[in-house]
């Protein structure tokens, strides 16, 4: 039987058939979804608005800069409702937090200081920079105008990325740009090569998204899917002004390799990047102030060294023999026989960076200054990690402002001529540079009244004849008067650390000591700048000497945390267990959140035959960080000596005694068992109150091991 067809006329369909070819336009069809999606990013904004999620972008720059549609200055209004730019919240790492009106007075005079660290101010801050010397210095020496000095030193910043600055400065009705710029070049190539790479058209998009608080919680929940992440993973692009190192936040020394290529194309970029800065500043009718780069060549040995291309290792290994015999010499100051070493040297491996350094240093001795200056400069122009500026930069720096007709401030040759007057040698050091770049508060006054001195002769500036008699004397009290010992000590302890990662142990050394002469009384710069010496001493192989500084430094605070955990990993590397047992417990104790205090007190367990009790804190290492490797390793390794081993589930409890002075007396591990009775089980140590170790018992559930260890005052055995 046949089936029935049913055929369709397109001219007759039924009620119920829908034309969405005729009925939906296009457009609709192209709107509707783009809308819906909108629609939903939109409450999925103000949901995570409602959860307190903030966009990234309020608190961090992760293109530092780079992207041009990040602000250093964002508006604002003061209690009066007058529009202001304000540093943006996202820049305060990189920048000082300044403020200036949005519409500039008729009357004002606009200034914008430009450059890295120096010009920031670091160590310290704007206050002492050569910046707020000019902000206060400008008003009391000429009157005729209202003096705005905008300090917009960016620290870490190099020539190319105060260009890109500048683009969003030119619109702030600026009258004066002054540049001190060249120490950033290379760490800047290094650092951010990547960010530099990227397209712009992405950078600017990738900022875009981070203003949105869905990317902020989308990258959140990424974070958190990766269990193997770095543990500054995520500020890999960030740069802090406080105890981190530049170089810690960067690709650090092991990323620098001699690249003479490399250094004649940065050097080409650092000219092309000042005529652009003169070009902009023209454009917005302002003038230009260029400060050539100074930086210390006495008292800063290179960051890295390395070999001389294209020599036999048989010359690098004669090389090595005679630096190794030149060391003893100058410790025992025969300057002569050690110079006559390192000339041997440095004919084999003449462009080994630190061998200048040291023949400098031997020239200096013995008077020679000349020739020491040369040896100087050719140790930092061949520092492998060039993070002061080249010879041929500072030329560039005089050259541009000779061709553009710009002022120049030539800073290194105003503190030559001052160490002239004052010891009669012209090599830069200690005297005005706290490290490599960073001057003084002296140093940045000086640069402040030559810039002063540069605007007046230019007819910028109208300064009183007895200006220096009397306006300098007076911001000069108030400046210097007003520098908090705590925040001074604080930069100068927070800068021997950072010295210390580069492996430069006698500026490091130089610089806790300042610390500690300066802010010693107060326990933060304490702790830090002692431990900072006490490192310093131990690398320079005089250990005695950093445990009587520790110690030192200890009985005025004797529950320091960090002098104690400093202690202990000393007494770790010199095998004496009990003490560095009994400082790494107390360590515990006051911070039982720190993973590697258990650790190290383990491994140190671990080494004494304590099996049991290393398992305890082991495990609770990698409890409180299961990424700590250490522990891994030593836990692992110690497995097969717990068998047969009663093993608790929780850690032995910890109960401290103090004396009347606060200071920790006796400190107890065991257990509180059911009944209330508490049984000793792992050490049992006691303290003089000047902080040593004066008692050390070990005990396996109640019981004494072994012999039980006394100690005098002193820290010598009884």
């Not at 040995?301 to 020599?311: A, C, G, L, N, Y």
């Not at 910028?460 to 306006?471: G, I, Q, T, V, Y």
Request: hydrophobic content about 40%; some cysteine.
């Amino acid at each position: 039987m046949k089936k029935p067809q049913i055929h369709f006329n397109s001219r007759t369909k039924t009620s119920n058939s829908l034309d969405t070819s005729r009925k939906i336009p296009l457009w609709q069809k192209l709107v509707l979804p783009f809308l819906s999606i909108m629609i939903f990013f939109i409450l999925l904004e103000g949901g995570l608005a409602l959860f307190g999620v903030k966009p990234v972008l309020q608190t961090e720059d992760p293109f530092v800069g780079f992207a041009s549609n990040s602000p250093l200055f964002l508006p604002s209004r003061d209690t009066n409702g007058e529009q202001r730019l304000t540093t943006a919240n996202n820049k305060k790492d990189f920048f000082n937090r300044q403020s200036f009106a949005r519409q500039k007075d008729p009357d004002a005079f606009r200034i914008f200081t430009l450059g890295g660290s120096t010009t920031y101010g670091r160590p310290y801050d704007d206050s002492t920079s050569f910046s707020g010397w000019l902000r206060e210095l400008l008003p009391a020496v000429d009157k005729s105008k209202s003096w705005e000095v905008i300090n917009a030193g960016g620290i870490s910043y190099a020539s190319y990325r105060i260009v890109k600055l500048m683009e969003e400065l030119v619109q702030y009705e600026p009258d004066l740009f002054i540049i001190y710029t060249g120490h950033n070049e290379f760490l800047e190539e290094r650092t951010y090569r990547e960010i530099k790479e990227m397209s712009p058209l992405l950078r600017s998009t990738a900022t875009l998204l981070q203003k949105t608080r869905t990317w902020t919680a989308m990258s959140n929940v990424l974070a958190n899917f990766d269990s193997t992440e770095e543990p500054d993973k995520n500020d890999r692009h960030k740069m802090s002004a406080e105890v981190d190192a530049i170089l810690d936040r960067s690709v650090g020394l092991d990323g620098y390799h001699r690249d003479d290529k490399l250094q004649r194309d940065v050097i080409n970029h650092f000219r092309l990047s000042l005529d652009n800065m003169v070009k902009m500043a023209r454009s917005a009718g302002a003038r230009v102030v260029f400060v050539s780069p100074a930086s210390n060549l006495k008292d800063s040995s290179p960051f890295k060294s390395q070999d001389t291309p294209d020599i036999s290792s048989a010359d690098i290994q004669r090389a090595w023999q005679f630096w190794a015999m030149s060391k003893p010499m100058a410790w025992e100051k025969l300057w002569p026989m050690a110079l006559n070493s390192l000339d041997q040297a440095i004919k084999l491996n003449p462009r080994h960076a630190e061998l200048h350094f040291h023949r400098g240093q031997a020239l200096f001795a013995i008077g020679q200054f000349d020739a020491a200056k040369k040896e100087f400069i050719i140790a930092r122009d061949e520092d492998v990690c060039p993070l002061r500026a080249l010879t041929p930069m500072g030329k560039i720096v005089a050259e541009v402002a000779k061709q553009q007709q710009v002022m120049l401030v030539d800073y290194e040759d105003l503190l030559e001529k001052r160490m002239l007057e004052q010891d009669n040698h012209s090599i830069l050091g200690e005297e005005y540079f706290l490290d490599h770049v960073h001057p003084t508060i002296e140093g940045h006054k000086l640069l402040a009244t030559a810039l002063l001195k540069t605007m007046a002769s230019q007819g910028l500036a109208s300064p009183r004849a007895d200006w220096k008699e009397n306006a300098l004397t007076t911001v000069s009290a108030k400046i210097e008067g007003g520098v908090n010992p705590l925040k001074q000590g604080r930069a100068l302890a927070n800068l021997a650390r950072v010295l210390l990662w580069a492996g430069k142990n006698d500026d490091a050394a130089r610089l806790a000591k300042q610390a500690l002469d300066i802010g010693g009384d107060y326990q933060e710069v304490a702790d830090n700048a002692a431990t900072s010496l006490a490192t310093a001493y131990v690398r320079n192989g005089q250990t005695k000497v950093a445990v009587a500084q520790l110690y030192k430094y200890l009985e005025r605070s004797p529950n320091s945390i960090e002098l104690r955990l400093k202690l202990g990993q000393i007494f770790l590397d010199l095998h004496l267990r009990e003490e560095a047992a009994a400082n790494f417990l107390l360590v515990i104790q006051k911070m039982p959140y720190y993973d590697w205090a258990h650790a190290l007190f383990g491994i140190d367990m671990a080494e004494r035959d304590r099996p049991r009790i290393a398992y305890f804190s082991l495990m609770e290492a990698l409890r409180l960080n299961p990424n700590n490797t250490d522990a891994r390793k030593r836990l692992d390794k110690i497995q097969p000596m717990l068998a047969g081993q009663k093993l608790y589930a929780q850690p032995p409890t910890i109960q401290l005694t103090s004396y009347p002075s606060a200071a920790p007396h006796k400190l107890v591990q065991g257990r509180l068992y059911d009944s209330g009775e508490f049984i000793l089980d792992g050490i049992a140590v006691e303290f003089h109150e000047n902080g040593r170790l004066k008692k050390f018992t070990d005990f396996d559930q109640g019981e004494i091991l072994g012999q039980v260890k006394n100690w005098d005052e002193t820290g010598k055995p009884l």
